[in-house]
T-cell receptor, first 112, second 116 residues
Framework: AQSVTQLGSHVSVSEGALVLLRCNYS??????LFWYVQYPNQGLQLLLK??????LVKGINGFEAEFKKSETSFHLTKPSAHMSDAAEYFC??????????FGAGTTVTVRA | NAGVTQTPKFRVLKTGQSMTLLCAQD?????MYWYRQDPGMGLRLIHY???????AKGEVPDGYNVSRLKKQNFLLGLESAAPSQTSVYFC???????????????FGEGSRLTVL
């Protein structure tokens, strides 16, 4: 069975600063890894995903994440935060059994 | 392009009442899911379906039932609502068949349920 741990339930950054959201996973098989974003009163939408191949994955809105097998991590970064990045972010893992397990989520606040 | 549509979006129930949440997708996806979202707990899988006529239990299935009589619809039922079922419920769907699964889920906008 797989599980996901997101470090930090809330992150506050200044506009223009680096955004770093941490995610560690456990999986008994090579995982599929995902980051989703949820804006207020909306459903989740996919930011990026890793399945196979290149370990540095680029997503929408300038976000990227790197799969590090040795560290069982899939941290999400964005070099320069924008006010529109304020949202809740979820890391998720699947071991290919048609189900995703989600982390508890990290809420990002962007200060002007 | 509707995607995944959930109805109703809001509902208030009294303890012991029953209700059904409807999820409809127009993307011809094989797989459909019901999750609940609670503060600090992320999303937890209630039930899922890998095709028309199939259902399976997820992480937190107790107190819920589901049906997938048509490929495009996935119903979530509460037979006797309890305050612990106060939550936001999300339906999701994904495409792919065995060997081509990629895991990307497409979500509805959620249904907020309050049980008094």
């Amino acid at each position: 069975a797989q599980s996901v741990t997101q470090l930090g339930s809330h992150v506050s950054v200044s506009e223009g600063a680096l955004v770093l959201l941490r995610c560690n996973y456990s999986s008994s098989v090579p995982p599929y890894l995902f980051w989703y974003v949820q804006y207020p009163n909306q459903g989740l939408q996919l930011l990026l995903k890793y399945t196979t191949g290149a370990t540095l994955v680029k997503g929408i809105n300038g976000f990227e994440a790197e799969f590090k097998k040795s560290e069982t991590s899939f941290h999400l970064t964005k070099p320069s935060a924008h006010m529109s990045d304020a949202a809740e972010y979820f890391c998720a893992v699947s071991d290919g059994d048609y189900k995703l397990s989600f982390g508890a989520g990290t809420t990002v606040t962007v200060r002007a | 392009n509707a995607g995944v549509t959930q109805t109703p979006k809001f509902r208030v129930l009294k303890t012991g009442q029953s209700m059904t949440l409807l999820c409809a997708q127009d993307m011809n996806h094989e797989y459909m899911y019901w999750y609940r979202q609670d503060p600090g707990m992320g999303l937890r899988l209630i039930h899922y379906s890998v095709g028309e006529g199939t259902t399976a239990k997820g992480e937190v299935p107790d107190g819920y039932n589901v049906s997938r009589l048509k490929k495009q619809n996935f119903l979530l039922g509460l037979e006797s609502a309890a305050p612990s079922q106060t939550s936001v419920y999300f339906c999701a769907s994904s495409y792919g068949t065995s060997g081509s699964y990629t895991g990307e889920l497409f979500f509805g906008e959620g249904s907020r349920l309050t049980v008094l």
